[in-house]
């Protein structure tokens, strides 16, 4: 099982460009998540998905927009990048309500410029 | 919201030797995960603690959970060039939510 997979691995960006990030796992979970990770700020949720065909907001929402694809896949666009978005974005998976180890995958490096 | 302290924010061993790190909370927590992130890859689920008091154990790694279940720390003994790396703690935050601590970054002095 390859787990959770993300594409791209790095990606630099113009302000104002848009771009999707794909996430898939392949381990029947039902919950996924994406969070970004910034220096001496922890992991900070932007959105998640607690079950197929449902999607909620996190912590950091604005300027970001998901899609539940099916059960494997869950992506993240940002529709008009601004250098606040320079980011390491993770995507995460879990099994679901109250099981809660989640499994991340290796990340994408984003800087927008 | 919920949320908690993670103490150190980073911690500097000379390796061989011993160190804690912490993750407070001021309210009452339900439990609470630890993950490892080493420099350049992702968070990696370590243990989960659940009961008051709950000491468990992972080879050199020592997790415990407070009596009164606010606070939780990582004892690491003879550290290692291999124990480099973020540490996070994590808390539940309603059904499907984790919040996690800003971390504790750990470097080694051969």
């Known amino acids: 099982n390859a787990g959770v997979t993300q594409t791209p691995k790095f990606q630099v960006l113009k302000t104002g460009q848009s771009m999707t990030l794909q996430c898939a796992q392949d381990?029947?979970?039902?919950?996924m998540y994406w969070y970004r990770q910034d220096p001496g700020m922890g992991l900070r949720l932007i959105y998640y998905s607690a079950s197929e065909g449902t999607t909620d907001k996190g912590e950091v929402p604005n300027g970001y927009n998901v899609s539940r694809l099916n059960k494997r896949e869950f992506s993240l666009r940002l529709e008009s990048a601004a250098p606040s978005q320079t980011s390491v974005y993770f995507c995460a998976s879990s099994v679901g309500q109250g099981v809660y180890e989640q499994f991340f995958g290796p990340g994408t490096r984003l800087t927008v410029l | 919201g919920q949320q908690v302290m993670q103490i150190p924010q980073y911690q500097h061993v000379q390796e061989g030797e011993d160190f804690t790190t912490y993750c407070n909370s001021s309210?009452?927590?339900?439990?609470i995960q630890w993950y490892k992130q080493r420099p350049g890859g992702h968070p990696v689920f370590l243990i989960q603690?659940?009961?008051?008091?709950e000491v468990k154990k992972q080879k050199r790694l020592t997790f415990q959970f407070g009596e009164a279940k606010k606070n939780s720390s990582l004892h690491i003994t003879a550290t290692q060039t291999t124990d480099v790396g973020t540490y996070f703690c994590?808390?539940?935050?309603?059904?499907?939510?984790?919040?996690f601590g800003a971390g504790t970054t750990v470097t080694v002095r051969a």
């Open positions: 309210t009452t927590l339900s439990n």
């Open positions: 381990m029947n979970h039902n919950s």
């Open positions: 994590a808390i539940k935050k309603g059904d499907y939510k984790l919040s």
């Open positions: 603690l659940v009961k008051s008091g």
